[in-house]
């Protein structure tokens, strides 16, 4: 064999391997995509706002709804709020809803919705919402977690990590 042709089997192996790698951290990692699928599970249940009052989240049947897991001591979940807190001002009245579901303690979270001028409804899932989170395709059960509802109540997008605002309102304008 040639060093041309031992070049080419390492480079066609490599990209074998690698092929192999993506297809395994897409299966095991982040589990079978939600999308298209029921948001029952999420949809049929009632947690508790900040003061206390449970709020079930099928008052919000028939919207274009963003749930977003998150967390007061998480870092990229409080960059990607006012961008949530603009977008519920700007296309509320569309028939957008945002909801947060804070795996943290009420005070904490009507402190922090206090500082940035939270505009929607913050419920407070505690470690509980990650399990929830999990059932809904977040494997890796880390924050922030987005579930994107359509008016007919099928999960439209999941997203692990803070989302773009042009991916967002691109996402969203499809449903509107």
């Known amino acids: 064999m040639t060093i041309k042709q031992s070049r080419w089997l390492i480079a066609a192996a490599?990209?074998?391997?690698?092929?192999?790698?993506?297809?395994?951290?897409?299966?095991?990692?982040?589990?079978?995509?939600t999308t298209g699928q029921s948001a029952a599970p999420l949809l049929g249940i009632a947690l508790?706002?900040?003061?206390g009052r449970e709020q079930a989240l099928s008052q919000w049947?028939?919207?274009?709804?963003?749930?977003?897991?998150?967390?007061?001591?998480?870092?990229p979940c409080r960059e990607e709020m006012p961008m949530f807190v603009r977008l519920q001002r700007d296309r509320g009245s569309e028939g957008l809803q945002f909801v947060g579901i804070a795996v943290d303690q009420a005070d904490k979270v009507s402190q922090f919705a206090q500082e940035i001028g939270l505009?929607?409804?913050a419920l407070i899932g505690g470690y509980?919402?990650?399990?929830?989170?999990?059932?809904?395709?977040?494997?890796?059960?880390?924050l922030p977690f987005t579930v994107v509802v359509d008016r007919e109540g099928r999960v439209a997008h999941t997203?692990?990590?803070?989302?773009?605002?042009?991916?967002?309102?691109?996402?969203?304008g499809q449903l509107l």
């Open 48 to 51: 508790p706002d900040v003061e």
């Open 14 to 33: 490599a990209i074998l391997a690698l092929a192999a790698g993506v297809w395994l951290a897409r299966t095991t990692l982040f589990g079978p995509s």
């Open 119 to 121: 505009n929607y409804p």
């Open 61 to 75: 049947k028939g919207k274009v709804l963003v749930v977003n897991f998150w967390a007061t001591w998480c870092a």
């Open 159 to 172: 997203q692990l990590g803070p989302l773009k605002e042009g991916q967002l309102t691109g996402i969203v």
């Open 128 to 142: 509980g919402a990650m399990e929830l989170s999990k059932t809904l395709g977040n494997s890796l059960m880390a």
